[in-house]
């Protein structure tokens, strides 16, 4: 049985003071509507008020995610964020490859010329060693993969989303990779509004566990969770969380009003 797992990705938004007022928010609510029930939820804000959240959600069970980092301890790498100062921080969980710091939009950013990956560039070469360095920090990566809607319109969605989910996991032991956390989420439907279809999002979790289970085995893949993420939104979120393959929500727009998130967290099967 795979707990259900939601998190909240705060993005570049929120100063300490709106933080905290949307971590006490979603705290209050969860309260008020009997607690989390078995799920698990965790909330990633930006850096600069990971403190401010921890002390604002200190004692109750709701986790806490650096949205980045790099893989290198320390040393000269100026603006980079170590795994273990995530954790320091209060964070337990870490999300790795994101698709934003991929440099793969959904929505072309119309204040660019030059094209954005120049100026964020994960690949699959550091998602795997973020993935490495957050396991050797004792992080729980949320490893994120995920077709561009070219790539989709081509057909190469489940080649994208497999060869992504490989290469996070080059060089990591059979035993590390049981329990990973992945995220599914197809770029087209990042900050869109446009929900994947939940029998496509259900079949595409699918290929990540079945990509998972050519590298590990059957029970490796079938120990993996896999989020959907891609405009996840109160109206949609029970749908989407009843597929079989569906592990939990990733989610964005909705994170940032405590009443969204939270009924979000409520449509998981566990609470029904
Ligand atoms: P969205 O973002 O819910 O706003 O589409 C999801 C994500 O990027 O994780």
């Known amino acids: 049985m795979r707990r259900t797992i939601i998190a909240g990705n705060w993005k570049n938004n929120g100063l300490r003071a709106d933080a905290v007022a949307l971590a006490t928010g979603i705290r209050t609510a969860l309260d008020g509507d009997g607690g989390s029930g078995g799920v698990e939820v965790l909330v990633c804000p930006p850096f600069t ?13 709701i986790g806490i995610g650096g949205q980045n980092i790099f893989w290198k301890e320390k040393g000269a790498y100026t603006g980079q964020i170590a795994p273990s100062m995530l954790k320091d921080a209060g964070c337990a969980y870490v999300i790795i490859g994101h698709s934003e710091p991929r440099g793969r939009f959904g929505v072309p950013d119309p204040d660019f010329d030059a094209p954005i990956l120049a100026y964020f560039g994960d690949g699959d070469e550091t998602v795997n060693r973020k993935l490495k360095a957050a396991l050797v920090a004792g992080l729980i990566p949320i490893i994120c993969v995920g077709e561009t809607l ?13 060869s992504q989910t490989k290469a996070a ?41 079945s990509a998972v289970g050519e590298l590990y085995g059957p029970e490796a893949a079938e120990s ?14 029970k749908e989407l969380l009843g597929k079989p393959n569906i592990d939990g929500a990733l989610v964005g727009g909705a994170s940032l009003k405590a009443g969204d998130f939270v009924a979000i967290v409520a449509a998981a099967p566990e609470r029904q």
């Open 224 to 237: 993996v969770r896999v989020q959907y993420g891609g405009s996840v939104k109160p109206d949609n979120a």
């Open 49 to 61: 008020a990971i403190a401010s959240v921890e002390s604002a959600l200190a004692g109750s069970e």
């Open 150 to 162: 070219a790539e989709r319109q081509a057909g190469h969605t489940d080649t994208v989303v497999e």
């Open 169 to 209: 996991l080059v060089g990591i032991p059979a035993e590390q990779a049981s329990g990973l956390i992945f995220a599914y989420e197809p770029v087209w439907a990042i900050g869109t509004g446009e929900v994947c279809e939940s029998g496509e999002a259900d079949r595409v979790c699918g290929v990540v566990r």
